[in-house]
């Protein structure tokens, strides 16, 4: 079993920026890939970026790149995703996941979830 709790989000102007966690606990857990989604109102869920447990190779949703970076401290147990310049159409509610697959980004991989934490973006 693997837990993972999210924490850091909040309300945030557009432009500005928030550094969400996920703590991650259990056995083996550092060896999962984290992948952190995102659940904007009335759409799908989508992937955001993921992290390797392997090599800390990392993948980055389009729409984030250059914006968004992912990182991983296996001392702390802790993932984390830096987001800046951030836009309206970033507001979601944000889940970190583990998967025992490798870089993988299809939510069908991914076996344990966290809870979320809400992103707001707004003037």
């Known amino acids: 079993q693997v837990q993972l709790v999210e924490s850091g989000g909040g309300l945030v102007q557009p432009g500005g920026s928030l550094r969400l966690s996920c703590a991650v606990s259990?056995?083996?857990?550092?060896?999962?890939?984290i992948g952190w989604f995102r659940q904007a109102p009335g759409k799908e869920r989508e992937g955001v970026s993921c992290?390797?447990?392997?090599?800390?190779?990392?993948y980055y949703t389009d729409s984030v790149k250059g914006r968004f970076t992912i990182s991983r401290d296996n001392a702390q147990n802790t993932v984390y995703l830096q987001m800046n310049s951030l836009k309206y159409e970033d507001t979601a509610v944000y889940y970190c996941?583990?998967?025992?697959?490798?870089?993988?980004?299809?939510?069908?991989?991914?076996?344990?979830w966290g809870r979320g934490t809400q992103v707001t973006v707004s003037s």
């Open positions: 992290i390797s447990s392997s090599d800390g190779s990392t």
């Open positions: 996941a583990a998967s025992i697959i490798d870089l993988t980004m299809r939510e069908d991989d991914y076996d344990y």
């Open positions: 259990g056995s083996t857990s550092e060896y999962y890939t």
